[in-house]
Each structure stands twice: as structure tokens, then as C-alpha cells.
């Protein structure tokens, strides 16, 4: 059983455009979300990471917005760059184990 | 800085083989480990976590079994490997009590 889902699977944004993904979850025990990026044949990296007393964090181009009472948390790329083309994972926390969401893969467009 | 390294980078083995993947943390002390397992397009799925020496507990029930023996060191292990081990596996590391994870560069484990 997923406990994150995640949308859309894949995205193609034009350069300089926005990148949008969703990821939802049900468990409210659920106390830190991550969000990583992975290039192919890569590890993930740590991008941005929110909780759940915070409504939005940003940190450069990249945004989290959490909607608590809707238990949805997103992803906000501003400003997509070529080099952004990977693939993007939220994640919930619970007990320092991290549920994953199936990933998003994001290809900009030049 | 801290650094995670895990070996060998690829592996193609046979099935019916015995596996053994390591991982090594740098420049932290005791702390939480972790084995993932990334099918092809798929999310991770968590396999093992380790909050100490020989303490593991593991999350699926499968052909897998991790081990610690030292603080830094994590091990995942087969006896013999089966055509559904293949997949992308990654150790990751996490400082007690924040939740941060990072992850190493991964080993890609093919069976044929």
C-alpha cells in the first residue's frame, strides 16, 4: 500500500516555465517531508524539505507549499532550466523512515 | 563534510548466487543507516534501517538479509539471489534526531 501518491508522472515544460507536482498522503502521524531529486544512474539528493507547522518554505527557485488540512503537499520549480531535467520524489517521515512517492520525471524544454 | 560510498557501482550476478553490497559512512558518528531497493521508473522502497551496531530491523519480507557490523558500515546480503533482486540499490545515512536522509551513489545489481 503507497502511503504517498504522487502526480503527475511525467511533465515537459518550455524553459524559463513553471513545474508543478502534487503528492498526497493519509497517515497524520506523518511529521517531515522531503522532496529529492535524481539524475539517472544517481543517488537522490536532498532538495527541499518542510513540515507540517509551516504552510510554505522556499529556497531559490524551488518551493514546498503543505496544505495540512488537506494532508497535499507540492512542489513549485520557478523558472525551469535544462538542468532541472530529472526525476523528482516527495517523501513523507514517520519514526525517521521515509515512505517515497513513485516520482515525478520532469524534462525542460531549452 | 560527511561522505557515503557504496561498492561495488554495478554487479551482474547469477541466480542462485550468494550477494554482498557495502556501504560506509565518513565523517559522522552513530548513525541511522539505511538499504533501499529502486526498480526501473519505480519509487524506493525501504528495506532495512539500523539505529546501532546489530540492531536491524527490516521492513519486507524477502530474499535479503543487512547486517552492521560496525558503526559506520552497513552490509545488505543473499544467500543465493533470485531473478527479483534485480534493481538500483542505495544506502542512505540520517544524523539521530533530525530526519534528513542522504544517499550514496547506489549500486545497479543485474541477475541473469
Known amino acids: 500500500q503507497q502511503q504517498v501518491k504522487q502526480s503527475p508522472q511525467s511533465l515537459i515544460v518550455q524553459k524559463g516555465g513553471i513545474s508543478i507536482i502534487n503528492c498526497a498522503y493519509e497517515?497524520?502521524?506523518?511529521?517531515?517531508f522531503p522532496w529529492y531529486q535524481q539524475f539517472p544512474g544517481k543517488g537522490p539528493a536532498l532538495l527541499i524539505a518542510i513540515r507540517p507547522d509551516v504552510s510554505e518554505k522556499k529556497e531559490g527557485r524551488f518551493t514546498i507549499s503543505f496544505n495540512k488540512s488537506a494532508k497535499q503537499f507540492s512542489l513549485h520549480i520557478m523558472d525551469s532550466q535544462p538542468g532541472d531535467s530529472a526525476t523528482y520524489f516527495c517523501a513523507a517521515s514517520k519514526h525517521y523512515k521515509l515512505s517515497f512517492g513513485a516520482g515525478t520525471t520532469v524534462t525542460v524544454r531549452a | 563534510s560527511q561522505t557515503i560510498h557504496q561498492w561495488p557501482a554495478t554487479l551482474v550476478q547469477p541466480v542462485g548466487s550468494p550477494l554482498s553490497l557495502e556501504c560506509t559512512v565518513e565523517g559522522t558518528s552513530n548513525p541511522n543507516l539505511y538499504w533501499y531497493r529502486q526498480a526501473a521508473g519505480r519509487g524506493l522502497q525501504l528495506l532495512f534501517y539500523s539505529v546501532g551496531i546489530g540492531q536491524i530491523s527490516s521492513e519486507v519480507p524477502q530474499n535479503l538479509s543487512a547486517s552492521r557490523p560496525q558503526d559506520r558500515q552497513f552490509i545488505l546480503s543473499s544467500k543465493k539471489l533470485l531473478l527479483s533482486d534485480s534493481g538500483f540499490y542505495l544506502c542512505a545515512w540520517s544524523r539521530d534526531p533530525t530526519n534528513e536522509q542522504y544517499f550514496g551513489p547506489g549500486t545497479r545489481l543485474t541477475v541473469t
Open positions: 497517515n497524520t502521524a506523518f511529521d517531515y
